[in-house]
T-cell receptor, first 114, second 113 residues
Framework: AQSVTQPDIHITVSEGASLELRCNYS??????LFWYVQSPGQGLQLLLK??????LVQGIKGFEAEFKRSQSSFNLRKPSVHWSDAAEYFC????????????FGPGTRLSVLP | EAQVTQNPRYLITVTGKKLTVTCSQN?????MSWYRQDPGLGLRQIYY???????DKGDVPEGYKVSRKEKRNFPLILESPSPNQTSLYFC????????????FGPGTRLTVT
């Protein structure tokens, strides 16, 4: 069975600083990989996804993520954080061939200092 | 507007009183799911459906039922709610044509006393 870990429960960065949120997964092959963002009191919005091909994926709001097969990782990055990026971020894994069976990580809460 | 709707958004109920949370999507998506979100645990999948009359258990199905009689609707049923089912619930839909991107509803906050 798949599993997803997000080692950082809470991260605080200053506005304008760079950001990297970590995600590691356990799965025998290459899974479908996703990053979602949840603003306070809101539902979840997809930031980006990886299925195959180029291992560096661009998403919305200036985010990108890199799939590293050797490290079973799919870390999310942003070069310059804005105060509006404060939210909770979830990494998720889907199993090819079972398109609707997703596993989410526990989430990383991002705080942004002015 | 493409969306997933859930009702009710907030519900306080008592142990043992059957309840249903409705979910509807207007995107003609084949796949629909229910998740519960608890602090420190992220989202855990309760049930999912790959099409009408096709449902399967997710990671935490105990105490829940679902049905998929129409493509657009996927209600979540708690036949005898218990306090440990107090949680924030999300419905989601997706389609393989859209790369399995899940569209989430706004959430239903359930409190069972």
């Amino acid at each position: 069975a798949q599993s997803v870990t997000q080692p950082d429960i809470h991260i605080t960065v200053s506005e304008g600083a760079s950001l990297e949120l970590r995600c590691n997964y356990s799965y025998g092959a290459t899974p479908y990989l996703f990053w979602y963002v949840q603003s306070p009191g809101q539902g979840l919005q997809l930031l980006l996804k990886y299925f195959s091909g180029d291992t560096l994926v661009q998403g919305i709001k200036g985010f990108e993520a890199e799939f590293k097969r050797s490290q079973s990782s799919f870390n999310l990055r942003k070069p310059s954080v804005h105060w509006s990026d404060a939210a909770e971020y979830f990494c998720a894994v889907g199993e090819p061939g079972r398109g609707q069976n997703f596993v989410f990580g526990p989430g990383t809460r991002l705080s942004v200092l002015p | 507007e493409a969306q997933v709707t859930q009702n009710p958004r907030y519900l306080i109920t008592v142990t043992g009183k059957k309840l249903t949370v409705t979910c509807s999507q207007n995107m003609n998506h084949e796949y629909m799911s229910w998740y519960r979100q608890d602090p420190g645990l992220g989202l855990r999948q309760i049930y999912y459906s790959m099409n009408v009359e096709v449902t399967d258990k997710g990671d935490v199905p105990e105490g829940y039922k679902v049905s998929r009689k129409e493509k657009r609707n996927f209600p979540l049923i708690l036949e005898s709610p218990s306090p440990n089912q107090t949680s924030l619930y999300f419905c989601a839909s997706s389609s393989p044509d859209r790369g399995y991107e899940q569209y989430f509803g706004p959430g239903t906050r359930l409190t069972v006393t």
